[in-house]
């Protein structure tokens, strides 16, 4: 595909709003302080079957991100279109996970108490707890086997892998990869995992039980919560007007 046709592709309408939307998602990450110096990286794929797909660019705060700073590439790493250079590790967990996961959006993030979970042994939210955790039950994987850092292709397909069609992903010692279909789905649900991992931890340093409800009124918590998506729309929208 030549220089020409990405540049095309970059500037139409269509893959504008998704630069306006990954600029925006990585904004209120930075706002609701998700975000860790300049590490981590949300992509979004380019709905052509092409292998291509949006990111942040390497060594830009996410708070000062906008849609000209998005930077398109390949599976390879190759940056097709955008100013800004790309972090090469930042491929290795991205390409996967829109290859062999078949996922659109992929937010990665060191967040604080996702990232706590991920220390302990059970290493993952408890989705039986509070109500922003039951809208998650079902719909995580974990992935125990920390590697060191993703510097191959190899590790990040060995987590692509392990998330075994799953939207949200813990990663022992690490961090956490939350996906959808869409951005604002897939920055409602990081935000509101996010949430329901402050209140867990928040819960388990008083010291007191803990009151899970069964997994079936989990589960049915979840279905309600995943079958009206327009909370996630509107509070996508605010986002856009406040930031």
Request: with cysteine; proline share 4%.
């Amino acid at each position: 595909m030549s220089n020409t046709k990405h540049k095309t592709d970059f500037e139409s309408p269509s893959v504008r709003q998704l630069r306006e939307d990954l600029a925006l998602a990585l904004r209120a990450a930075a706002f609701h302080g998700l975000s860790e110096g300049v590490c981590n990286h949300f992509s979004v794929e380019i709905p052509d079957q092409s292998g291509r797909f949006l990111l942040n660019p390497r060594g830009l705060l996410w708070s000062e991100v906008q849609a000209d700073d998005i930077v398109m590439v390949d599976t390879q790493g190759a940056a097709l279109a955008g100013r800004h250079p790309v972090e090469p590790t930042a491929m290795f967990i991205h390409a996967a996970v829109h290859q062999i996961a078949g996922k659109a959006c992929v937010l990665h993030t060191h967040m604080p108490y996702a990232t706590a979970l991920t220390l302990t042994e059970r290493r993952v939210l408890d989705t039986t707890l509070s109500q922003n955790a039951m809208r998650f039950h079902g719909r995580i994987a974990v992935d125990k086997n920390y590697n060191g850092l993703a510097l191959d292709a190899q590790e990040g397909e060995r987590i692509a892998n392990a998330m075994q069609g799953a939207d949200v992903v813990f990663l022992g010692n690490h961090g956490v990869v939350v996906c959808a279909e869409r951005m604002d789905y897939a920055y409602d649900d990081l935000y509101f995992l996010e949430r329901a991992c402050m209140m867990q931890v928040l819960a388990m340093s008083t010291g007191l039980p803990l009151a899970p409800v069964a997994p079936r009124l989990a589960a049915h918590v979840g279905a309600q919560t995943i079958g009206e998506r327009l909370q996630s729309e509107l509070f996508f929208k605010a986002l856009g007007r406040t930031l």
